[in-house]
């Protein structure tokens, strides 16, 4: 897949209101079906921490593995005796082994309540001896460093407590390096038993369909009651109640909810308060699937979810399911076990749901070519047996076949012929041979690359495939605020599908296609949008089957980028089931509205960014890049449904209705005769920016200044809340209405109903009341940490509370900030010791109240290119040796080195001088030149770890050529290619063993209009290949900051630099 887009703006929120009113709503309470009675929560065993510990159904407690020594770890924090984690000696865990006396016969659940000094913003774990490991991982805890007290409570399931753990139980870890480890310090630990949980929502599946279908939402505690809200997706509630537990359980009846997307809040108290939050779905019956829309799915990786996960596929609609049946099944040569591989039981399970499934033949065995992707005359026939068994075991059920996936990438091929088009040919020409039959699907390819295909293509390899597909993403250059429209490798699709249909008429399948919602990707709600707009312009562009990547989020760290393409989230966090993302409605509902209808060409209403798709004679999709109110030219009403399904009606006044537009898709059934861009007499406002839990004031106007009739009386509704608006010829007038607040930060839709013609649209950006931040303060000499407190409430001053600060090992509090006038900002530089230093990278965070702000910092002057005072960075001592494929660096003469980046007004000027024993840079391509000996650094405009800037990567190279310098990702509005304006240096010493580097980049190239005064991100590898010719060529790399060398590209872990003076 594509490299890994930069930081996502602000989170996006979505509104669906229900297909009733809100004050209609009834959620009632059903009774569940009885369970074994649950054990009340009782103290069972208590560990008082401090210099004389005290244990009751504990036989003891240590911190560490290597100093378990109490004495060392004692504390007083806020006049609390405790037991602290520290760096020298390296204590990051503690550990508890709980009297065997004191567990219930037949325990499998406890609670532990740790009371803990929250002194930095890391991540706390609790691992404990479990049925399946000693170190069963209970659902994490991010600490926020607000230097109070806390307490929290970790529930552990199907516990074994054997001391197994190292001798424990169970053990507290603090996540977290011994040069960042923050004081933090436990003063008591209690663990409880109980057979029900604090609270879980145990439902299995979270998407409904509308009818016989529709729920129970179903709960498990040990508490008597629990109190739920339903809200819209913005956090405003639609309706609470309290649900009495009985035996343990309790349900939540949701059949009286029309089509949408929900959220659920669940509160029980079992002596502390617990909250689960969730989203839930409902969707209308499906009237019939549609062969275009696909999904893929990991057959196997989910055991016991995967019936959930396969009834919910069948509920979004998807009609195929594409997931890999692996070669190694292959123990004995010949003899193929499929029963063996997940996709056995997952494509006969999906068969029963009506759903067919796409095998995916790949990718190795070890009984052919060394283990490694088949390319000899041996391996490839091989393969081509082993696809044929496939067939022949899967004839019921299925005809498609992927042969191999992304062979053109390393990331799958690592075989001895390498990744090129012939290589390719060769195993697809032999597959056919042995599946004559069966419609191969093919090449399955890593992007769209235009260069590769045609020599795919020319060889003849179409002959060879029944159905040509390729798997494309956003390309590295495209950012999150890049629309679907205008991404690189949809254009290049389009090219894709013209040359397949030069050479063969064929069906052209997208097989991979997804918006992640990992931290520096795509919000859940622009994976919604863009769903459907993604999935109707691949159509318009000549797709005959769209496959989504992929169903279900497939980890659980939200930075990384492959955990998070799914449309459902994982169960954790005491939700039991798979709950949907906005996206899996949105796909439910397009499928809906489009299936069995016959897209046709896109409709012109007088502006490039509304986008107006007719499917079949009566129903449409619009959206428009950038907001847009249309005038729809009908004698009828108008259904509109917007993206979660909810269906209002539109009647026109004097043949036309108004509809506001913005990147959420909506959809109009009836007979429409024109569409265009309209200067509308009506208009809706709010806020640029509002608070969370203050209510929000919405106006509508109406423009009677100029030509057009208006009704003198328009009803108003915005959010469930009504008015009238009136309306006097010659004048503008207005009404504002105060719709419930939100919980949620981001941007809030707000939609209004004008009238019976017009549905109108506009946006508040809704944050925090007030917000931390903490900055490096960069100079050539000493350093400090920047913190400023915004007050964002518009109209109340802020007295906050004492400011705890850390950078590294080295803490503060600013004790009195002093009260903060309403939207308004306070500053103050805290000077960090002598010893803090330059270009080293440091774990920070800073802590007002609730707010708080973390992540990772350094000081890293840029000084100017005509006055350099401080000593170049060593990478041998700064930098970090990143291995691939288990490469070596054997020491300071194998890769080494020192580098400089200065500046001028015109370029940023980085200036290398690489000790390397053997110079390999046998590339012709300079888009090539990272898999052999070659820089790279990657700038990131804004500061590592938010989320407004933009990312750019450069290189440069001594290629057979000369020296070269090249942009992988280019600054918005220009493409990759040559650096332009760079000037480029590189020379070899043989005799030395060095490679002396200048690159001079113009500001301009790196995205800048001149040079930066503020703080931006660095980072840089520099690459060793010191044999070989393959693809990537490359041992490995050493590194001075993080983030570039493996996808996804990550500017959090970039180092923060300034320019100075």
């Keep these: 897949m594509s490299g890994a887009p930069p930081r996502k703006p602000l989170t996006r929120l979505r509104r669906t209101l229900t297909a009733f009113a809100v004050a209609a709503l009834a959620a009632t309470l059903i009774q569940a079906p009885a369970a074994a009675p649950a054990h009340a929560l009782a103290a069972r065993a208590t560990a008082v921490l401090g210099a004389q510990p005290t244990y009751e159904g504990i036989e003891r407690a240590w911190p560490g593995d290597r100093d378990k020594d109490p004495a060392h770890a004692v504390r007083e924090k806020a006049g609390r005796s405790c037991w602290t984690m520290s760096g020298d000696p390296y204590n990051r865990y503690l550990y508890v082994d709980v009297a065997a006396g004191a567990v219930p016969a037949g325990a499998k659940r406890a609670v532990v309540t740790v009371d803990y000094f929250d002194a930095g913003a890391v991540g706390m774990n609790l691992q404990y001896d479990s049925r399946s490991s000693a170190f069963t991982g209970a659902t994490g805890l991010a600490l926020k460093g607000t230097g109070t007290w806390r307490s929290h409570q970790f529930e552990l399931g199907d516990i074994r407590f054997a001391d197994r753990a190292n001798g424990a139980d169970f053990r507290l870890d603090v996540q977290a390096t011994a040069e960042n480890m923050p004081p933090v310090c436990f003063s008591r630990i209690s663990v409880e038993f109980t057979d029900a949980p604090l ?146 039981a997952g494509l006969k399970n999906a068969a029963k749901r009506g759903i067919r499934t796409m095998p995916i033949l790949g990718y190795r065995n070890p009984l052919y070519d060394g283990g490694k992707t088949p390319s000899t005359p041996e391996g490839l026939a091989a393969f081509a047996r082993f696809g044929a068994a496939a067939a022949a075991a899967y004839a019921p059920y299925t005809n498609d076949f992927s042969v191999y996936n992304e062979y053109n990438s390393t990331g799958f ?387 906050p509370a004492p400011v705890g600060w850390r950078v590294g090992s080295w803490t503060g509090t600013v004790a009195d900030p002093g009260p903060v006038p309403a939207g308004k900002s306070s500053e103050w530089t805290v000077e960090l010791p002598a010893d803090a230093q330059q270009f080293t990278s440091y774990a920070y965070s800073v802590t007002a109240g609730d707010a708080t702000d973390s992540g990772s910092l350094s000081f890293s002057p840029v000084e100017p290119a005509a006055g350099t005072t401080l000593a170049p960075v060593d990478l041998g001592s700064r930098g970090e040796w990143a291995s691939l494929r288990g490469g070596t660096r054997s020491g300071p003469d194998d890769l080494s080195g020192t580098i400089r980046y200065t500046h001028t007004d015109k370029d940023l000027i980085l200036d290398a001088v690489i000790k390397d024993d053997v110079h390999n840079a046998g590339r012709t391509d300079p888009s090539a030149a990272w898999q052999v000996d070659s820089l790279q650094y990657d700038l990131y405009s804004g500061f590592p770890g938010t989320t407004d800037g933009n990312r750019v990567e450069v290189g440069a190279a001594l290629l057979p050529s000369g020296p070269v310098a090249y942009t992988w990702t280019p600054p918005p509005g220009q493409q990759a290619g040559p650096t332009p304006g760079a000037d480029v240096s590189v020379v070899r010493d043989g005799t030395a063993g060095t490679t002396t580097y200048r690159l001079a980049v113009p500001w301009t190239s790196l995205g800048f209009d001149r040079a930066p005064t503020g703080t931006f991100g660095l980072s840089f590898l520099v690459n060793d290949a010191d044999a070989g010719t393959a693809t990537d060529a490359r041992d490995g790399y050493l590194q001075w900051g993080a983030g570039v060398g493996a996808a996804p590209k990550n500017p959090a872990r970039f180092r923060s630099v300034r320019l100075v003076r």
């Excluded at 019936?307 to 890999?324: C, F, H, K, P, Q």
């Excluded at 913005?662 to 208009?683: N, Q, Y």
């Excluded at 203050?694 to 009504?722: E, F, I, S, Y």
């Design 199 to 344: 609270l879980d929502i145990t439902s299995r599946r979270l998407l409904f369909t509308q009818g016989a279908d529709q729920g129970p939402i179903t709960f498990a505690s040990a508490a008597s009651r629990i109190g739920w809200t339903v809200g819209d997706p913005n956090g405003v509630p639609l309706k609470s109640g309290t649900a009495q537990v009985t035996d343990g359980r309790a349900a939540l009846d949701i059949k009286d909810l029309g089509p949408g997307y929900y959220t659920l809040t669940a509160t029980a108290d079992s002596g502390a308060p617990v909250t689960r939050t969730t989203s839930f779905g409902v969707v209308a019956p499906l009237p019939a699937k549609d062969p275009y829309y696909a999904v893929a799915m990991h057959y196997g990786w989910q055991p016991g979810w995967e019936d959930a996960l396969i009834d919910s596929a069948a509920t979004v609609g998807w009609s195929e399911v594409r997931s890999d049946v692996n070669w190694a099944m292959e123990k004995q040569k010949g003899v193929y076990d499929f029963g063996s591989y997940p996709l056995d």
């Design 413 to 799: 091929n690592d075989g001895a012929c390498g990744i090129t088009a012939k290589c390719y040919y060769d195993m697809v020409k032999a597959v056919k041979q042995a599946m004559p039959d069966a419609n191969l699907v093919g090449p399955t390819s890593a992007g769209t690359q235009l260069a590769w295909h045609d020599d795919f293509i020319a060889r003849g390899g179409l002959d060879h495939l029944d159905t040509f597909s390729v798997n494309y993403y956003s390309s590295t250059g495209d950012s999150p605020s890049t629309p679907p429209e205008e991404i690189k490798a949809l254009g290049e699709f389009t090219q894709l599908v013209k040359k397949v249909e030069a050479r063969k008429k064929m069906p052209v399948w997208v097989t991979e296609n997804g918006w992640p919602t990992h931290t520096a990707g795509w919000t859940e709600a622009q994976q919604a949008d863009y769903l459907i707009r993604a999935q109707t312009l691949a159509r318009a562009a000549g797709a005959d089957k769209f496959f989504w990547y992929d169903v279900l989020d497939d980890g659980d760290k939200p930075g990384e980028r492959e955990h998070r393409f799914g449309q459902f989230r994982r169960a954790g966090g005491g939700v039991q089931g798979l709950a949907p993302k906005p996206s899996a409605v949105s796909n439910a509902v397009l499928i809906r509205q489009t299936a069995g209808k016959r897209l046709g060409a896109r409709q012109d209403a007088g502006d490039p960014a509304v986008h107006v798709y007719p499917y079949g004679t009566t129903t449409r999709s619009l959206w428009a890049t950038s907001p847009r109110t249309i005038s729809v030219r009908t004698d009828r009403p108008l259904a509109l449904t917007d993206q979660f399904g909810r269906r209002s009606t539109l009647t026109p006044t004097a043949g036309r209705i108004t509809l506001g537009l913005d990147g959420s898709p909506v959809f109009l059934e009836g007979p429409v005769t024109g569409v265009a861009v309209t200067d509308s007499p009506l208009s809706l406002s709010t806020a640029a920016q509002s608070v969370t839990g203050a209510d929000l004031k919405v106006t509508v106007t109406a423009d009677r200044t100029r030509a057009g009739a208006l009704p003198r009386r328009l009803p108003v509704t915005v959010d469930g809340v009504r008015g009238t608006l009136t309306t006097r010829p010659g004048t503008k007038t207005s009404l504002t209405l105060t719709v419930p607040a939100t919980g949620q930060t981001g941007v809030r839709d707000v939609d209004a109903s004008v009238g019976r013609p017009a549905r109108l649209r506009t946006t508040t950006k809704v944050v925090d009341p007030y917000t931390v931040t903490g900055r490096p303060d960069i100079r050539r000499n000493g350093a400090g940490l920047t913190v400023r407190l915004t007050n964002n409430d518009p109209e109340r001053a802020l007295a």
